[in-house]
């Protein structure tokens, strides 16, 4: 299947839900972050509205990204003012549990990605930077435009 050939040419998929405030339990049981993940990405019975359309998605989500991971944000502040303003504030002014969150986030994003790779041979930051240009100027042209 077409999908499943292109999901090698995909990055693995950081999805991050912020300001979340959902228990992660299903059927009285504690999930884990991916394990909320894998049951959000499962498909839902057809009755409901545009149920099949959306199962598409979730289908198309599970077979492009084979590598997937999940991380809960917590509200960055309880105060709703410095919510708004959460940009400014210091570490020491963020709520601990958002901290960690977005530490997990940095050590999946620094330390979990490998290197791209374009038939079998390892990409610099001036091979991805020729290759974007290169789709843009193919995109850009008449013919991909028609």
Known sequence: ??????????????????????DLVAD??????????EKALEPRPLASRRADERNRVRSAIRTLF???ACVTLVRPAAD???????????????RPEFVEGLRTIERLLLHGAQRKRLFGAELTGAHLCAL???????????????
């Open 132 to 146: 974007a240009a290169q789709y843009v100027g193919a995109l850009n042209t008449e013919e991909f435009v028609e």
């Open 66 to 68: 084979p590598k997937r």
């Open 28 to 37: 009285g049981k504690k999930l884990s972050q991916a394990e909320y993940m």
């Open 1 to 22: 299947d077409a999908e499943s050939d292109l999901a090698q040419f995909f990055p693995p998929l950081l999805w991050v839900l912020r300001d979340f405030v959902v």
């Open 80 to 94: 709703e003012e410095a919510v708004r303003h959460a940009v400014n504030l210091s570490t020491a002014e963020l």
